[in-house]
């Protein structure tokens, strides 16, 4: 199904309307196949753009959550004029596993969606914020928390990318460093990061990136930035990316309608391989056991997916052309079936274990 064109109702004077390009967006809504009368959920409503194809395509509710109190608040207006159709909560969508779980809201919200989309990672008005610390290009603070406030309840009560840096050991930062940014010189990067920190305690961005610059040498051959892994690893850390990732996963298996769909764009390795390992455990497709699930019972379990497409969707020349924050977009996709969720565990879809 296709958005139908020139009818964004993003608030005329938003300023993010012309920031996002929403990514891969013909092929989320060809995986989400929005219809009237029905329920989707938009985890991740940065701008609004999937949120306003799906509410253009089909006469449709769509609840929708953001994490970043700015990101909330730059959709007021979209909600305002969707009359009704639109609900957007200030709240990361691990909550989905919450509803999920607790007795007071499960009838409300189990099985009642008929798809669930995620477009995961920082939106362009976050990365162009400079004082929300997520570039490596712009000076800014170090922050990165997506959550403005401490007291969201994640993330080590809402360490910013500072704290990490200025305060835990050595092991600890390359750890983090080799974890979730796949950083291989994570161990030097470290030892550069403790020793500059003794003399003057890190607050800005670009002071890091240039510590991680001195350290790596130069630029990367393809292209990017050095700093690059060790800002995506900070980020992960901080927002605790991979245990939301986790959450909302779980939650959306259950609140997800028998034929409802499951979309996921992701943007690194990390966040595809559980996606991946997710929808092929569910859809019957990993044959494999593990430490927690032997591979008997693997068997026994009915698949709560149909996988839709067994390799990624990516984005067209033409789209990365447009847009290059596409370039490294992913699409999976799963229908849920009628079968049981299965239970949850953490260990199991391969989230690097960090002591916290
Ligand atoms: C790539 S943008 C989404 C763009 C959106 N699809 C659009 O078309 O405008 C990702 C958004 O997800 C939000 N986000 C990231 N992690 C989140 C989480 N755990 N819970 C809720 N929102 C989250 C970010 O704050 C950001 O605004």
Redo the contacts with the bound molecule.
Sequence with gaps: MTPRRGSDQRGKGDPNRDR?I??L?SEVLEALQPKSGERYI??????????SAILDAADCQVLA????PS?VAAGADLVASRGGALELRL????QLLDWAEDPETQDRFVGQFDGVVF?????S??LDEAERGFSFQSEGPLDMR?FSAPGEGLAEEGLSAADVVNTFDEARIADILFQYGEERRSRAIARAIVARRVQEPFTRTLDLADVVAKVLGGGKPDGRHPATRTFQALRIFV?D?LG??LR?LFGAERLLKPGGRLVLVTFHSLEDRIVKRFLASRGGRSGQGSRHIPQSSIELRAPSFRIVNPRPLTSSKGETQVNPRARSARLRAGVRTAAEPWEIEFADLGVPGLAK
């Design positions: 996002h929403p990514v967006l938009d985890a991740t409503f940065g701008a609004g753009g999937y949120t959550f953001d994490r970043d990101a709240a990361p969508f691990g477009d995961l990672g920082v939106s008005m976050q997506m927002n990316e939301q990732l909302g």
